[in-house]
């Protein structure tokens, strides 16, 4: 027997002799209040981390918003899910793996939770486009705003990707000289429009 089918066989027996524990149900959340009204909540939250928030009336009004905003930028980064007709919009779109490049991203999010201030993102919308542009501009439907971490979960449960980015606002970091230093690991700047 080689060292690999040693150690599967280890802890094969380990599991067998482990007492079985009950699933301990719903994750109730990790504050102890109720929790704000999804729409409000998130708003309060992302801004409060440095987040901007756009409320638009539907796609029509988005779109002018888009279109306005990004007169400013030359280059754009889109996201798989952002719907179509937003790259003629605005500036030149990037190629797929030039993102780097971009002066803007925009995304499509998977929703949004009131109780962290966090966008849901999925890795399958394009984490470059999500990550390498200095600002970033992600779209949300205001049915897809959760109160609770637990709820944004639960509406992913049948349909998860191989990984779920949860965007708290601007990329920061105090790691040097407990300086906060904002766009040091992702976007500076983190617009969520909701329509």
């Given at each position: 027997?080689?060292?690999?089918?040693?150690?599967?066989?280890?802890?094969?027996a380990a599991r067998e002799r482990r007492t079985p524990v009950e699933h301990p149900g719903r994750f109730g959340g990790w504050r102890p209040v109720e929790p704000p009204p999804p729409l409000e909540g998130f708003e309060a939250m992302f801004t409060q981390a440095g987040?901007?928030?756009?409320?638009?009336s539907g796609t029509v009004e988005r779109d002018d918003w888009l279109r306005t905003f990004l007169a400013e930028f030359q280059h754009l980064s889109m996201g798989a899910g952002v719907p179509p007709g937003i790259a003629d919009l605005g500036p030149t779109r990037i190629n797929p793996g030039d993102e780097h490049?971009?002066?803007?991203?925009?995304?499509m999010a998977r929703g949004?939770?009131?109780?962290?201030?966090s966008l849901m993102m999925d890795a399958r919308d394009g984490r470059r486009?999500?990550?390498?542009?200095?600002?970033?501009?992600?779209?949300v439907d205001r049915s897809t705003v959760?109160?609770?971490?637990?709820?944004?979960?639960?509406?992913?449960?049948?349909?998860?990707?191989?990984?779920?980015?949860?965007?708290?606002g601007p990329s920061k970091s105090a790691?040097?000289?407990?300086?906060?230093?904002?766009?040091?690991?992702?976007?500076?700047?983190?617009?969520?429009?909701?329509?």
């Open positions: 027997m080689n060292t690999r089918d040693q150690i599967l066989t280890a802890i094969r987040g901007e928030v756009v409320h638009v490049a971009a002066d803007v991203g925009v995304s949004a939770i009131a109780e962290t201030g486009a999500q990550l390498l542009p200095p600002v970033l501009v992600v779209l959760h109160a609770t971490v637990a709820d944004a979960f639960e509406s992913a449960r049948g349909d998860l990707s191989a990984a779920i980015g949860l965007h708290s790691d040097i000289g407990q300086v906060m230093v904002k766009g040091v690991h992702g976007p500076g700047r983190v617009i969520a429009v909701l329509a």
